[in-house]
């Protein structure tokens, strides 16, 4: 498998990502790194991670200097072509930012940032994120962020609904999030958007692999493929 | 020429920063204020010289960077 991960000024989780992408596919096709200020991906990607953090130290709102960086524009092309793009925590609030997804990550509700173990409920396996687990599995991944509040407009809520786009819900939602969202699906299904961070549990010695299954769902979707 | 650019959220999306600093005046003994909405001001320089250019100009700027329209409205003043 072949993966990606872009890397913003203010990126945190990125090589966690890496080496997320790296056990799942057990391959010797490492993934690549990728500079913002590239204006080209490398050929022949099956996926692309977004990662966490703060990038452009979340200036004017979260994502929205990122989202129109040079790389951007490539990614944006490359999901259009249907390919597979994940964003996580800060990376999601990218994929809004930049059309990819559609909705908005706000200040948590209670403004206080966020970070803990959370419980999220998996509600579709109709994705390539998510084909190994089961619908309304409870899964455990960890949360680090000040704007996670998931917010859009009724027509998107009910497109999302209706379309089985919502991926994972959070069993307590932690920041106010309409309709406990806590990841969601382009309505292509490809591009995921989640506030969790998987790629951070996903040794044993950091305290469990839950995030692992999401990795490993990639693998199997794309190499199998 | 200079403009001022001020972000606001729209009408009905919830602004939990702005309830936070009414209740923070409450606190302070400040009676009746009934609403706080938070927002931004962006000052812009310009070459343009054209009033009505640079205006459209700042307009494309806040469509595509400045606002995040999904959420918030924008006004733009030429100064």
Sequence with gaps: MRAAVIQFPGSNCDRDMAVAFDRASGDNNKAQMVWHKETGLPEGLDVIGIPGGF??????????????????????????????????????QVLTESGLLPGVLMRNAQLKFICKDVELKVET???????????????TYPVAHHEGNYTADAETLK??????????????????????????????????????????????????????????????????? | MKARVHVTLKNGVLDPQGAAVRHSLGALGFEGVERVRQGKIIEIELAETDADKAKAQIKDMCERLLANTVIEDYSVEIL
């Design chain 1, 55 to 92: 990038s452009f130290g979340d200036y004017l709102r979260c994502g929205a200097i990122a989202a129109r960086s040079p790389i951007m524009r490539s990614v944006v092309e490359f999901a259009n072509k249907g390919g597979f793009v994940i964003g996580i925590c800060n990376g999601f």
């Design chain 1, 125 to 139: 396996t109709n994705s390539v994120y998510t084909t190994t687990q089961n619908k309304g599995d409870i899964v």
């Design chain 1, 159 to 225: 497109l999302l609904h209706g379309d089985d786009r919502i991926a994972y819900t959070y069993v307590n939602n932690p920041n106010g999030a309409t309709d406990d969202i806590a990841g969601i699906l382009s309505d292509n299904r490809r591009v995921l958007g989640m506030m969790p961070h998987p790629e951070r549990l996903n040794d044993p010695q950091l305290g469990g692999t839950d995030g692992s299954k999401l990795f490993e769902s990639i693998t199997a979707a794309l190499v199998s493929a």
